[in-house]
């Protein structure tokens, strides 16, 4: 039992926390999830280097996730608490693992998802933002970052925020229960524009639309981006093509849908799922805190 629920949680943990970031997938109902706002300076706008911030935690909010152990243990939610028998297997808590461990002992740390500004200004005005993936070393402390070439970077615009709330979640898409609830970041900060923007893992690619992210903006220079929100809309047509591994005894071959409440199968006793566009599915909210790194990479 211990190992079974272990590995369903680092499955979905790694999904979740995504070190790799998707070229290209096509869903059913035709959303893309390719760099679909891509600049270079054959289009006329100069590469700018990038001042690069790396993510080092990283915690779901809201949709919790829940995985049904059966009788005697039930319908567990293990976004923050351990299931049963499994110490470290609580979502975030594996999340943060990815980010702060080399667990595979290549030198680099497992997951280094990094927010690349081009340039980072406080005060800017629809400037360049790109999402990626790095190499970055282990340790975590001290570490230095360079492109990985597998990862074709997400970009979108961004703008400062001088006043005010950043960004929030949209009314009426959270669960009052919850807790911590999903953040509001404070000017000053950022708030990037929305767009599609997905993550992937081996293969398991998670579309989210009109994703946004946002954070408030720590110490003069800016020296950490502090009550991050990233938040994005995954479709439940697309939450049901996305499998999980066939080898997670119980919900191997699954969709990704069975753990998120108010998806086909999912033992949760309320419905999470939103409307948005009038398309039915989640919206994601994660915290972030991301800190500068020295970046190798143009």
Do not use: K
């Not at 272990?6 to 970031?21: D, E, I, N, T, Y």
């Not at 000017?187 to 893992?201: H, I, K, N, T, V």
């Not at 293969?203 to 946002?214: C, D």
């Not at 948005?276 to 143009?298: I, Q």
């Amino acid at each position: 039992m211990a190992a079974t629920v272990l590995r369903a949680a680092v499955a979905l943990a790694l999904l979740s926390a995504g070190p790799g970031w998707s070229q290209a997938a096509i869903f059913a109902d035709d959303f893309e999830s390719g760099n679909l706002f891509r600049w270079s300076s054959r289009l006329g706008e100069p590469l700018e280097p990038a001042e690069v911030f790396r993510i080092a935690d990283l915690d779901l909010r809201d949709p919790h996730v829940y995985l049904d152990l059966g009788f005697p243990l039930g319908c567990r939610d293990f976004t923050d608490q351990d299931l049963p028998l499994a110490p470290g297997s609580a979502l975030n808590a594996r999340i943060a693992t990815s980010l702060t461990t080399d667990g595979d002992g290549d030198g680099q740390l497992d997951a280094s998802p990094l927010l690349a500004f081009r340039p980072f200004d406080e005060s800017a005005a629809g400037l360049r933002l790109d999402v990626q993936s790095g190499l970055c070393l282990a340790p975590a402390a001290g570490t230095t970052c360079a492109p990985d070439p597998q990862s074709v970077p997400q970009t979108a615009r961004y703008d400062g925020v001088a006043a005010g709330v950043c960004l929030a979640p949209v009314a009426g898409t959270t669960y009052a229960p919850y807790a911590p609830e999903a953040p509001e970041p404070l000017a000053p900060g950022f708030a990037s524009q929305a767009r599609a923007l997905a993550f992937d893992l081996d293969g398991l690619t998670v579309p989210l639309r009109a994703a946004r992210l946002a954070a408030s903006f720590v110490g003069t220079p800016v020296a950490e981006l502090d009550t991050g929100l990233w938040m994005g809309f995954l479709a439940e047509s697309d939450a049901d093509q996305i499998p999980l591994p066939e080898d997670l005894p119980g919900v191997g071959g699954q969709p990704l849908s069975i753990l998120l409440p108010g998806g086909t199968g999912n033992c949760a006793g309320h419905d999470d799922r939103d409307l948005f566009e009038g398309v039915t599915g989640w919206w994601f909210y994660f915290e972030y805190v991301a800190e500068p790194v020295p970046w190798t990479g143009e």
